[in-house]
């Protein structure tokens, strides 16, 4: 009877630490991780590949040299920006 307890509460341990194993992984894959970026210390999200990642400085870059958003190179860049995350998101 005692072996048989013994062995229920091995079971149980080792589908423990599968479990913990398992949603580690999970978690690691998924959870974003955010890193300081230069010294300006602005977050860049894993989850966003390269071009949205310079697409969005860009659209910045844009809106502060002509300071309308209606302006056509403000327009084309905010767009641009915003497909490339879109489609970084969806990907991710």
């Known amino acids: ?22 949603v580690t992984v999970v978690s690691s894959r998924s959870v974003l991780i955010s890193t ?13 590949c390269y071009k949205a990642l310079k697409c969005v400085p ?18 084309k860049a905010s767009n641009k920006a915003s497909k490339k995350v879109r489609r970084a998101k969806y990907d991710f």
């Open 58 to 75: 860009n659209k910045h870059r844009v809106f502060k040299k002509y300071k309308d958003s209606s302006h056509l190179a403000c327009t």
């Open 36 to 48: 300081i970026q230069n010294h300006k210390h602005k977050k860049n999200h894993k989850k966003y």
């Open 1 to 22: 009877m005692a072996v048989l307890l013994f062995d229920s509460h091995l079971d149980d341990h080792l589908e423990y630490l599968n479990f913990s194993k398992g």
